[in-house]
């Protein structure tokens, strides 16, 4: 069967494609921007590519076209595909058709942690040696692919509240008839398809309204946002997060940067974990992970020991080199909640030495200006806050030096921020680089910056 796929080279339409070749579909795709690191996964697995949407690729007719929620009408490709008749569905849909249909599904939805939990919880089946598949939204470092099918009956997939394809609406997770589901947390994201938070949660009560009565449903106790999900109806077990007493799970944090916490059960230790993570929010997604693998059948005490050799999905407080004993960090932070939390842990870890926060506005929910009165005090845990502003953002983000004060500074120019950067730069400082696209290259000029341009200190 010849599938060919519109939008291929995002990460979850890459997936989906990586995963119907080696489950031995013929496989080809389109983007409208094709280059490395999708492109050369795709390659490698000889998935052809083109660039760009003319409808000369769909020569030869393909079997199915599966169409990527970027795309809509209007495209040539689209436009192609309706007028032909051709038979199409969405990247979500044909997952849930051609791959889960005959899986145990353990699916993580949230605003935030969706990519590093759903990491977690796949090297903590894998390390329980039961090979499970998994689709997750970033390259988890321990498997160097984000998707494979993995063996019956388990898989991981990173659970998507975006919007299915133009022709389907509802969110991606509907698709995907899990067992097991983790409702990680609830804010207002995606302004762009989303009014309010109360169209998100509806969505969010669709995943709910699937999973089976013998299935079950791993949430937070504090999150309004999700109590508010359950209390629309709730037909599964659930098991609550906490953050004190003896119900549900619980970590103690053992060091205040939380690499090092306490795993409680029901008000009875389980065991300690010992990793190179950072942060409460990682310890958080950590509880889950565990909850979710126990409900597979692997002991906690397995879990605990997976997480030890966890390593970090990429472009999450990836540390991308260390020069002069300055360290510059690349996280993929772009709500207020994510950059406060990633910060805090940031700062418990690295103590009074300075912090410097570097970020770019890029998701549509921060461009719209959504957020701008929280992305002050989210980034005020910094000792310097560096704010790029393009050309195409609609609102002042000026606004925010006001509320921070002199620690602030707004460039229009990514070369000069990386200049800024590397001249205040001093030995023992963190740099912490925010943003979920690649920021222009500013990663590695900074680098080259501080390597060529500042003598030991």
Request: negative net charge; hydrophobic residues 40%.
């Amino acid at each position: 069967m010849q599938i060919h796929i519109l939008g291929i080279c995002g990460t979850f339409m890459g997936g989906i494609a990586l995963l119907a070749r080696e489950l031995g579909f013929k496989v080809s795709g389109s983007d409208q921007n094709v280059y490395p690191p999708m492109s050369t996964q795709l390659a490698e697995a000889d998935i052809l590519l083109t660039e760009g949407f003319d409808p000369g690729q769909f020569d030869p007719v393909p079997d199915l076209v599966v169409i990527g929620n970027a795309l809509s009408r209007g495209n040539p490709a689209v436009e192609y595909v309706l007028e032909r008749g051709l038979p199409y569905t969405s990247g979500p849909a044909f997952l849930a058709d051609y791959l889960l249909k005959d899986r145990w599904v353990l699916a993580v939805a949230g605003t935030h942690g969706k990519t590093t939990t759903s990491s977690m919880l796949a090297w903590i089946l894998e390390y329980a040696k039961l090979t499970p598949g998994f689709l997750i939204g970033g390259v988890p470092q321990n498997f160097g692919v984000s998707a494979r099918a993995g063996k019956k009956p388990f898989f991981v997939v990173e659970a998507d509240e975006y919007d299915t394809a133009f022709f389907d609406k509802r969110s991606k997770f509907v698709h995907y008839r899990p067992r097991t589901v983790v409702l990680n947390n609830l804010e207002y994201d995606h302004a762009d398809i989303f009014p309010d938070v109360e169209a998100i949660e509806r969505q969010f009560h669709h995943l709910v309204r699937t999973v089976p009565g013998n299935g079950l449903i791993i949430a937070p106790q504090n999150d309004p946002h999700i109590q508010r999900v359950l209390e629309m109806g709730c037909w599964t077990p659930v098991e609550m997060l906490t953050e004190s007493g003896d119900i549900g799970w619980r970590a103690e944090l053992l060091h205040p940067d939380g690499s090092v916490f306490k795993v409680f059960v029901e008000g009875k230790a389980q065991g300690t974990v010992t990793w190179p993570l950072m942060g409460e929010h990682n310890v958080n997604n950590a509880l889950a992970a565990i909850a979710a693998a126990r409900h597979a059948g692997v002991p906690v005490k397995v879990a605990i020991e997976a997480l030890a050799s966890f390593k970090n999905t990429k472009r999450r407080m990836e540390v991308r080199g260390v020069i002069d004993d300055i360290t510059v960090y690349d996280d993929f932070a772009h709500h207020p909640t994510a950059i406060k939390t990633t910060l805090s842990g940031l700062r418990a870890k690295v103590g009074n030495a300075r912090v410097i926060a570097v970020l770019e506005p890029r998701s549509n929910t921060m461009r719209l200006g959504i957020h701008k009165e929280t992305l002050g005090p989210s980034l005020d845990i910094a000792d310097v806050v560096i704010l790029y502003a393009p050309e195409d953002l609609n609102w002042d983000i000026e606004s925010v030096t006001t509320r921070l004060g002199e620690k602030a500074i707004v460039f229009d120019d990514i070369d000069a921020i990386s200049r800024h950067v590397s001249e205040i730069a001093q030995s023992g400082d963190s740099i912490i680089i925010m943003s979920n696209g690649a920021f222009g290259g500013l990663h590695e000029k900074l680098l080259q910056s501080l390597q060529t341009g500042k003598a030991p200190l």
